[in-house]
């Protein structure tokens, strides 16, 4: 299966973006494609305030399954969040239960004006009734595949797709 281009996604994700995005608008990613989508939004949109970075490994809800990620870090929100308009970036948005863990993770910060989600790719598959508000791109993809996002050292991004006997959550 040919994947779009992620540098591609992303540039038309900033594109919608850039008119509704306020000086009052905080920027949260999820590690780690997230985050990197994040910064890149910040630095397009040359926005002031820091962006946030949560590690949502603590508020997934298979966490007694599968035990701690090996590369945990730690959560960054050198703002309040406490009446903010937050935009909420991850990578792939999937079953939805990452981006249900991020927003538990959120309110443990206080309690925001909004959330609003932004991802590079919607895969469908929804387990969760969580929809994003910006898109880079909608792709139907087999329930036994991993669509990953790649960063190379030149921070240039990438998507890779892996197929696999299990159901991976993202």
Request: aromatic share 6%.
């Amino acid at each position: 299966m040919l994947l779009p281009d992620a540098e591609q996604l992303l540039a038309g994700l900033i594109e919608r973006l850039r008119p509704v995005i306020t000086t009052d608008t905080v920027i949260v990613g999820i590690h780690t494609g997230g985050v990197w989508l994040a910064r890149r939004i910040h630095d397009a949109l040359h926005l002031s305030m820091p962006i946030g970075m949560l590690d949502i490994s603590f508020y997934r809800d298979d966490y007694s399954k599968i035990g701690l990620h090996p590369q945990v870090r730690p959560s960054e929100l050198p703002f309040s969040i406490e009446d903010r308009k937050i935009l909420l970036v991850d990578d792939v948005l999937f079953t939805g239960r990452t981006v249900r863990a991020a927003v538990n993770e959120l309110f443990d910060y206080g309690r925001p004006a909004c959330i609003h989600l932004a991802v590079l790719v919607d895969r469908g598959g929804r387990e969760l009734p969580i929809s994003p508000q910006y898109t880079g791109a909608e792709l139907s993809l087999p329930g036994n595949s991993m669509l990953e996002l790649k960063q190379n050292e030149n921070d240039r991004l990438s998507l890779e797709l892996h197929l696999s006997n299990i159901k991976n959550d993202a």
